[in-house]
């Protein structure tokens, strides 16, 4: 289990960056609207929205170099794209070239959300398979905090201190190209892909410390039968194919991408000083990094199912008492302490649920494809909410209307989560593609 830990955790990594490169612009948000004097229309467009352009062709794409090349040599490639991205960004000289490197970290991004959980799905034990997976998203949270700590540090840092924010990513895309060269090629893919059971075997008791059962071998064996292939989008794969996409749809429709864009702008029409909403933003990170360890802990405990369901009741809760305190135009702490219950019902439901449930859904041959429509999904939403919001905010005599859009989604996401959504904690990912397409 030491070994599978260490793997899936370097492997995982590819989420921090993921985290750090997609909240660090929050702290440069309003420096580089006043620097390049630029609309609501595009700065939401050309800057701040970019990279999540990049994550939406990264996320389309992303599949076929994990299908061709593998899921470790994807996650290489991601590294350096992150690394790209950061020294690019940083060392911009406009708003165009700024865009551009943004671009190019958003497809790191996009890929991420595919390869990583792949990988990680594909060598973990069933019964572990959750908390392991859920590994990206403790990552994901982690990295998010790392830049909203970074990006207080960094405030008053130089004469541009965006520069710095943006280009401290640097650092941890080095760590990460050093850490995942060392680990093995997924033993699934190397059987479904190159067929070649010898290395399968090898790679899977390097992982584990013994070698592929005869049941378990079989049950790979007959779900990678050419015989049984369909395209993804076929009516043997429809139910899956729902799942998916409600599962990122509402993923979106919560807000939380455009929170998280947005929280020191959102911090500061609720009444707090800039200093002070940078400092809030750690909040959230920190929150957010709880209660993923929490969902963490029970994920492979409770299951996917259960945690949904706190979630969403803890959205629709949080994210209406902030919507009332925005329109009653209360004061104090109220607006951070409710969004702060807001960043915990995301961490221990969606944020805990998303990447492990999308990559367990689909079979092996189809498993970088399905992880692909589900993950495009979630990041055509994100980029266009993040598009919008800085429009929404000027253009909404308050903001409260817009959390409380977000409310009465997540009420259908309950009714998704309680009628809908099955469980697949404990079941085996060949087991669960023979109960899904059936």
């Not at 170099?65 to 991601?78: A, S, V, Y």
């Not at 941890?172 to 997924?186: D, F, H, M, Q, W």
């Not at 405990?301 to 008492?321: D, E, Q, T």
Request: glycine residues 8%; charged residues 15%; aromatic residues 14%.
């Amino acid at each position: 289990m030491n070994k599978i830990f260490k793997i899936s955790l370097i492997s995982a990594l590819a989420g921090f960056l993921f985290g750090f490169d997609t909240v660090v612009i929050s702290g440069a948000d309003q420096q580089l609207q006043n620097l390049w004097n630029t609309s609501d229309l595009f700065h939401g467009t050309f800057v701040m929205s970019m990279a999540l352009w990049g994550t939406v062709l990264g996320a389309i794409f992303a599949s076929y170099p994990c299908n061709r090349f593998g899921r470790k040599n994807t996650l290489i490639g991601i590294g350096f794209l992150y690394l790209i991205s950061a020294l690019g960004s940083g060392l911009a000289i406009d708003v165009y070239s700024f865009s551009f490197f943004r671009f190019i970290g958003g497809i790191g991004v996009g890929a991420s959300t595919i390869a990583a959980p792949t990988y990680v799905s594909e060598i973990a034990p069933a019964d572990k398979r959750g908390r392991l997976v859920a590994l990206y998203q403790f990552n994901l949270v982690f990295g998010i905090l790392i830049a909203f700590i970074s990006n207080f540090l960094l405030k008053d840092f130089g004469a541009q201190p965006w520069r710095w924010m943006v280009g401290v990513e640097a650092i941890p895309a080095t760590l990460y190209l050093i850490g995942i060269v060392t680990v093995p090629k997924s033993p699934r893919w190397v059987l479904f892909k190159k067929k070649d059971l010898k290395l399968a075997q090898i790679i899977f008791k390097e992982i584990n410390g013994e070698e592929l059962g005869d049941s378990e071998l079989s049950e790979i064996q007959v779900d990678k039968d050419p015989g049984k292939e369909k395209p993804l989008f076929s009516k043997t794969y429809r139910f899956p194919i729902v799942l998916a996409f409600l599962l990122a749809f509402f993923n979106q429709l919560s807000g939380i991408n455009a929170f998280l864009y947005y929280a020191p702008r959102i911090f500061e029409t609720a009444g707090l000083k800039e200093s002070a909403a940078l400092l809030s933003s750690i909040g959230i990170g920190a929150t957010n990094l709880i209660f993923t360890l929490l969902g963490l802990y029970l994920i492979d405990r409770v299951g996917r199912r259960i945690l949904m369901i706190i979630g969403s009741i803890g959205y629709i809760v949080s994210l209406s008492l902030v919507a009332v305190a925005f329109i009653e135009g209360w004061q104090g702490i109220s607006i951070p302490a409710f969004l702060f219950l807001f960043i915990a019902s995301h961490a221990i439901g969606q944020g805990a649920v998303i990447w492990v449930f999308i990559s367990e859904i689909f079979p092996d041959n189809l498993r970088a494809q399905g992880q692909s429509f589900g993950s495009s999904v979630h990041w055509v939403l994100a980029a266009l909410i993040t598009l919008v919001m800085p429009i929404a905010l000027s253009a909404f005599p308050n903001p409260g209307y817009v959390f409380l859009m977000f409310a009465v989604m997540m009420v259908f996401q309950l009714i998704f989560a309680l009628f809908v959504m099955p469980e697949t904690k404990g079941v085996s990912l060949e087991r669960l593609s023979k109960l899904l397409t059936q």
